[in-house]
């Protein structure tokens, strides 16, 4: 079975754009002058913006959990390295800081509350980057060392 996650809002996205609408609103209503009101006005177009745009969560598309996601990027060099790890044990993958030669690319998507972990990595191939592996469950202690 294959996993699919898409972009969905979180409740943190929800809540910055609730505040900006409150915030404008209030001081758009506020009598204390016009560049006040107008400011409160577009503070509020931007949170009614950012309520419709702003996604920075994730959702498995079959069962619906919500779940969120950290990335890291390695050099190719260790890139059977990295398939053992993830295929194996998990627990020995080290947080990867190589962002100046990012041709792969580990993606782990996490939920908390389920307590469990994907794990995928994936080969930048020129313009976008392909999945060297399936994803691969794993709980959310063999992670957490890389979610922090």
Known sequence: MEKNFIKVQS???????????????????LP???ATNVTGIFI???GIILVFTLKNGYKESISGERYSKKEYFYHINLKNELINHIMTNPKAIEAGSDVSNNSLSMVIFYSKHSGKAYLQLQEYIPYKYEACTEMQECTLSEVEHLIK
């Open 11 to 29: 409740n943190k996205d929800i809540i910055i754009g609730l505040t900006l609408i409150i915030i404008g609103a209030a001081l758009a209503l």
């Open 32 to 34: 204390l002058g016009g």
């Open 44 to 46: 509020a177009i931007t």
